[in-house]
């Protein structure tokens, strides 16, 4: 049985090597990447960034995985040069064996002198115009890397959906689109070779790039409809034990007459085995209940998380991003829908929602079918029929108390 170590409450971000859990998970991804690249699509705060990061950090038989963050990247050219750098970096400490013939060819045109890899940027004048062709070259030399262990490169490209999405708000539509072509293109060929294998995830949805894309600047490409999504939802029951074991050894007691072990269980189910939400617990009884462990205090801590605007903002956040992201009238439709099934205590119908809403049956499918693309509710068929309820009952809760 693995050891308990120490951890901190943090909203943030913790070393690797101590990012607990997600066995499982984690052996499925190295498995589906055997065969193709994923999309990883979840709620905002169950983990994704830390469990790539994971990913990234451990041992794999046939893959080498390099961890990318995109967002703040303001156009093409840098983030060709955001992906050359941290290349160039893995290559220097004699991880990667990479040519760069492609991309010495292109600056060989512009440049005809002799190439040091090592000063090549794309972000310099005069390369506005050459990032597909930069982009193209750089993947395919990346392909074309030597490789005597005969393993697939793995680049986990972390908010990618962001950055894309940032591009559009600041007038750069047609880049993103262009970029999303050319990134397909060059995907599929690269899956071919089984060499290059991508992982996209981020804070955001891809679906809500694509349709921003579509309804706005008629884009009609289908830049990610070949890759599977991927979803990590909540830890298994034993590794959220043992990521609370290893938060409570931060200096947190138990009350008298009290078991650890009901306790923790008690809070894991309060916050869904999610990581950041048992996180924010513990932070709680720390801040307010002096590090001391209680049924009382569980309980107390959970109606703050609920209640207390300093301590929910991260749920506050998954009605905000319907407001950004979407429509005012998408937005109206979506908050109705989930106005109604919080109120429910088990799921509810489809034709009782459209019922209620007076809604168009086909409007209402159009948005029903992207709360579930967001990850906020699930769907089942009973008797023909399909019906609704949250994913996590926590987000039910604060939305039925704060926003219904």
Known sequence: MKKHYKLSPTKGTIPPRKIPGREKELKRLEKTLEAQSVLIEEIRRTGKTLFVKKYA???????????????????????????????????????????????????????????????????????????????????????????????????????????????????????????????????QLLEDTGKVRLVIC???????????????????????????????GAMKPEEATFLSNCLFLDDFEVAENEDLSVLLEKLNNYAERLPFYINILFSIIRHEFEEVLSEENIDKAYQMLLNEPRYNKELKQLEERITIYYSREEALIMKSILDIIS??????????????LDLDKRLFKENIYILQLENYLTKEIKD?????????????????????
């Not at 050459?130 to 005969?150: G, S, V």
């Not at 609704?388 to 809760?397: E, H, Q, R």
Request: overall charge positive; aromatic content about 10%; charged content about 30%.
């Open 202 to 232: 981020g804070s955001i949805g891809m679906q809500v790039v694509l349709k921003k894309l579509k309804e706005d600047f008629s884009y009609t490409g289908e830049a990610f409809n070949d890759m599977p999504s991927f979803s990590i």
């Open 57 to 187: 950090y451990i041992p794999h038989k046939n893959q080498k995985v390099l961890y990318f963050t995109l967002q703040s990247i303001k156009d093409v050219n840098e983030l060709i040069d955001t992906l050359m750098n941290d290349l160039r970096k893995e290559q220097s400490l004699g991880k990667l064996k990479i040519a760069w013939n492609s991309i010495k060819t292109i600056y060989n045109k512009v440049k005809p002198d002799s190439v040091d890899i090592s000063l090549v940027s794309f972000k310099l004048p005069g390369w506005e115009k050459k990032w597909k062709e930069a982009l193209t070259a750089c993947l395919k030399d990346i392909a074309e890397r030597e490789n005597e262990n005969d393993e697939t490169l793995v680049l986990i490209l972390d908010e990618l959906p962001i950055m894309i999405w940032d591009w559009i708000q600041n007038g750069k539509a047609e880049d993103a689109k262009e970029f999303l072509d050319v990134l397909r293109k060059n995907r």
């Open 384 to 404: 023909d029929l399909n019906y609704f309820s949250f994913k996590y009952k926590l987000v039910k809760k604060w939305w039925k108390i704060n926003m219904a």
């Open 343 to 356: 109120k429910r205590e088990n799921s509810i119908s489809e034709n009782e929602i459209i019922t209620k």
